[in-house]
């Protein structure tokens, strides 16, 4: 509830605890929108309502200590789009969420905080963990759950994102493409940073060190010193090459002055024989 409040820059009141969550500082949210599946009672677009709801359906929940009332995807946005164009590819990426596995979706697109990255435009995607229907939320969408075999389905949320941002790119005349695979897998073998989330980022913007943030910036550190060491090697490897090519040069300048060599001997060898047949043939006459 408390990151629903947060991504959006909302109020919103926890009902079973009391708790206030208030956002309503927060600055850089561009566009808030509930999506729901067609058929879907009416409180679902009143986000306090939504998440509260969410948070009643696990009451009677086996395992209502450890129960989980949604799930947050975050992505980053093409800077290349323009602003219509990135709601365009959100909604649809949301769309597809939506009626592939019957959640209902609450994203709310951030802009680049105003000490970072200019080109950090976000989404945040918070998906309910149940089935969302005409009669309230029913039952778990356990093909997101990566601990009940929900990888493939991840994957696949993955890929499709990069598909539908991928078309909006190349409708806009961009050429670059998103990539939804991972380092690894594309054969970069830089460390991954972790997420700072509001408290972290926050610390980071007021200029205190904030523990997620220190791992960031070891990461961004060992990922330079490997890369000097990769450029390291290669021009190792290249004066390497070098040296090869210098030698098989050398080589081949000195097999051609052997081959040379050995012609010239040989048309001496021929020269004196013929020398010697005349001699012989002068004596016998």
């Known amino acids: 509830m408390a990151a629903a409040a947060y991504c959006s820059a909302t109020r919103i009141l926890d009902r079973q605890t009391g708790q206030m969550h208030d956002f309503r500082r927060k ?16 409180w679902v677009y009143d986000r306090e309502e939504l998440w509260n709801q969410a948070e009643a359906a696990e009451n009677n929940s086996t395992r209502r200590a450890t129960a989980t009332t949604g799930r947050e995807f975050r992505l980053a946005l093409p800077f290349e789009l323009d602003a219509d164009d990135r709601l365009a590819a959100i909604r649809e990426f949301a769309d597809f969420i939506v009626h592939s596995y019957g959640v209902v979706v609450d994203f709310s697109i951030h802009a680049p905080d105003v000490h970072g990255d200019k080109r950090n435009f976000h989404v945040h995607l918070l998906t309910s963990d149940r089935v969302l229907t005409g009669a309230g939320f029913a039952k778990k969408a356990r093909e997101l759950n990566i601990a009940n075999g929900g990888r493939s389905a991840i994957q696949g949320i993955r890929e499709k994102w990069a598909e539908i941002a ?13 990539d939804c695979r991972s380092n690894a897998a594309r054969g970069i073998d830089d460390l991954p940073s972790v997420h700072l989330g509001p408290m972290a980022s926050g610390m980071e913007r007021r200029g205190e060190a904030s523990e997620r943030g220190a791992v960031n910036r070891r990461i961004e550190h060992l990922n330079a010193l490997r890369q000097k060491n990769m450029e390291k090697s290669a021009t190792r490897d290249d004066s390497k090459m070098r040296e090869v090519l210098k030698e098989d040069r050398r080589e081949r300048l000195t097999s051609s002055e052997m081959l040379i060599k050995a012609k010239a001997q040989a048309e001496e060898r021929l020269r004196l024989r013929r020398e010697i047949g005349l001699m012989r043939d002068v004596r016998e006459r």
Do not use: D, Q, Y
Not at 166 to 178: D, P, Q, S, T, Y
């Open 27 to 42: 600055k850089g949210v561009i566009h808030s929108e509930i999506i729901a599946p067609i058929g879907a009672p009416l």
């Open 166 to 178: 991928n078309r909006h790119l190349e409708a806009a005349g961009v050429k670059c493409r998103v």
